[in-house]
């Protein structure tokens, strides 16, 4: 069984800051990618940053020179810091976690940017 804790979300005014966190738990081995989606009311899933094990990372553009992810292997745990914040980041945050044979998914937290 494999568990995924996150935390983090808030609601915060516009220009603000959040970091995010994820750990992962259980029987879960060889974790290659580390990640983090959003989901916003009427819309999609998408990829908002993840990084592999050998740090390599990707952004979607919308976020990118504002949000930064970073992982502790040692103990399963992937972080999203997010500067600058817009109304436009509103959304259910979800993290995900791949080996090179399954994905897991967190449970969501929600991140709401308002003034």
């Known amino acids: 069984q494999v568990q995924l804790v996150e935390s983090g979300g808030d609601l915060v005014q516009p220009g603000e800051s959040l970091r995010l966190s994820c750990t992962a738990s259980?029987?879960?081995?060889?974790?290659?990618?580390m990640g983090w989606y959003r989901q916003a009311p009427g819309k999609e899933r998408e990829l908002v940053a993840r990084?592999?094990?050998?740090?390599?990372?990707n952004y979607a553009g919308s976020v990118k020179g504002r949000f930064t992810i970073s992982r502790d292997n040692a103990n399963n745990t992937v972080y999203l810091h997010m500067n600058s914040l817009k109304p436009g980041d509103t959304a259910v945050y979800y993290c995900?976690?791949?080996?090179?044979?399954?994905?897991?998914w967190g449970q969501g937290t929600q991140v709401t940017v308002s003034s």
């Open positions: 995900r976690v791949s080996t090179p044979y399954d994905a897991y």
């Open positions: 259980g029987n879960i081995f060889s974790i290659n990618y």
């Open positions: 990084i592999s094990s050998g740090d390599s990372t």
